[in-house]
């Protein structure tokens, strides 16, 4: 969490303009640095070369005082290997941690792995107990407690806490930063409270109003604190049934709840009814990125986060496990074709149309497979509407395989003058986005059955059936019908 108070107000530029000046200062320095090494005879070579490389060494140092730490993450992600970490380098003590809060996973630990420890610690040390709880699973555990042994009690505590929740919890992603009120107290009392101190935390739009023994009683939003007499006692203004969570609570469902009540900030209670914290909405939000940007990447096979310049060896194996399942489906479906090598020796028109059925199918499966797999992130999927999800879908599916049928069939007639063909085409067309449509809602549905996440694989394993069966069918048909 980012306290926007101790970092500049971003300039007017956008984001990639400061990542073309970085970029500008970088290719500078190379050119600068070509040009001295080229010098060596000269007897001050050292000296030119130690103030020519300080002198762009400060200059990017100030442009990145300039910047706010989630524009160098950003930056920093945009860099290949060797020129971030020559900008990473350069981070002012001040900033580093916020910036590792920012980036990627994949980026975030090759910037942590060229730190030696004392600066990691130092760096880390530096942040609050809510910030080192996401930074938590990319540190070892010997530095993680060292970080602890700097931080006060209250917010060792606190950091142990809700170290103990999974991420995918409330209790993992909410903060300690609260203000709380007393049902006696009175509006101005409270207004007097709030001018004592230096800040309000971030993302306040309520106070959470609690008894003597902390138990949560309602929350008081700001407007009517502002709005009302100051002798009014908060009892009369709280609200009693807001929107609330508990630490074991799904991350999913607050996200959602987030969406659908416009929340800024919740309380967080435990099964006691005490108040243990509160869920904001950057955090929320931060959240459904990193759940977003998985998804994507899941659902292209690849297993994790990749760092867009990772080395190639990195790379390379993180899109092992899924093209080799792509390779054993890939054998599978050209086995279904030479099961009809015979079909195809006869009629070699048949060779050259399969692909498009198989094509067809695969789009629109993955097309189906989108919408259920959003479906289920957002909680609209349950066992009471499932199966007039399956029904739906197939009569899509359905009605798309009569019309692009229709057209696929006339398109093989007029170009081979084969009615008989067009006919199996436009047959094989239907039954394939039938298929297609079963098997984009069956695929995701069934890996959230079994605890998996509904986008891992899914367009691998549907582009493997589409493709394999879609042969099959076409195939099969014309063996049937044209031979």
């Not at 060596?40 to 910047?67: F, G, N, T, W």
């Not at 700001?222 to 009693?240: F, G, S």
Request: hydrophobic letters at 50%; a negative charge; proline letters at 5%.
């Amino acid at each position: 969490m980012i306290d926007s108070a101790a970092h500049p107000r971003p300039s007017p530029y956008r984001v990639e303009d400061h990542l073309r000046q970085i970029l500008k200062l970088l290719e500078k320095h190379r050119l600068v640095e070509t040009l001295v090494d080229r010098d060596r005879a000269s007897p001050r070579h050292e000296l030119i070369e130690s103030l020519v490389h300080r002198q762009h060494l400060v200059e990017l140092q100030l442009k990145l005082r300039s910047l706010h730490p989630a524009d160098i993450a950003y930056i920093l992600e945009a860099l290949p290997l060797e020129d971030r970490l020559l900008v990473w380098r350069q981070m002012p003590d001040d900033q580093g941690g916020e910036v590792l809060l920012e980036v990627s996973d994949a980026v975030r630990d090759s910037l942590i792995e060229v730190l030696d420890r004392p600066a990691l610690v130092k760096m880390l040390s530096q942040l609050d107990a809510d910030d080192l709880a996401d930074l938590a699973e990319a540190i070892t555990e010997d530095v993680l407690a060292e970080v602890l042994q700097t931080l006060n009690a209250r917010d060792r505590d606190w950091l142990q806490t809700t170290l103990a929740y999974p991420e995918d919890q409330v209790g993992h992603r909410m903060s300690q930063d609260i203000l709380t009120v007393r049902e006696s107290q009175r509006v101005e009392q409270v207004l007097w409270l709030l001018r004592g101190r230096e800040e309000l935390p971030p993302n306040t739009d309520c106070l959470f109003v609690v008894d003597a023994r902390h138990l949560f009683k309602g929350v008081l939003p700001l407007p009517a604190l502002l709005l009302n007499d100051p002798q009014k006692h908060i009892a009369e203004l709280m609200i009693t049934n807001p929107v609330l969570f508990g630490p074991t609570d799904n991350a999913d469902e607050a996200a959602r709840a987030f969406e659908r009540y416009d929340l800024i900030s919740a309380p967080v209670i435990n099964d006691r009814g005490k108040l243990v914290g509160r869920l904001t909405v950057d955090e929320v939000m931060d959240y459904i990125r990193e759940e977003s940007e998985e998804d994507v990447l899941n659902m292209a096979g690849l297993r994790g986060d990749e760092d867009l310049f990772a080395p190639i060896w990195d790379s390379a194996r993180n899109r092992w496990l899924w093209l080799g399942v792509n390779l054993c489906t890939a054998f599978i479906a050209s086995r279904a074709i030479g099961l009809f090598e015979n079909a195809i020796a006869q009629i070699v028109a048949l060779a050259t149309l399969m692909p498009i059925i198989a094509g067809i199918g695969g789009n629109s499966g993955n097309q189906t497979t989108a919408l259920v797999v959003r479906g289920l992130a957002l909680g609209e999927i349950t066992p009471e509407n499932t199966w007039h999800l399956v029904f739906k879908e197939l009569g899509v599916g359905l009605l798309n395989g009569l019309v692009w049928g229709v057209t696929v069939g006339l398109f093989a007639y007029l170009l081979y003058w084969n009615l008989p063909l067009g006919e199996v085409m436009a047959a094989a067309m239907v039954l394939n986005l039938l298929l297609a449509a079963l098997m984009g809602v069956a695929i995701p549905l069934t890996l959230h059955h079994l605890g998996r996440d509904p986008a891992m694989g899914s367009s691998v394993l549907l582009t493997f059936i589409t493709d394999g069966m879609g042969f099959f069918i076409f195939l099969g048909l014309a063996t049937v019908f044209l031979l």
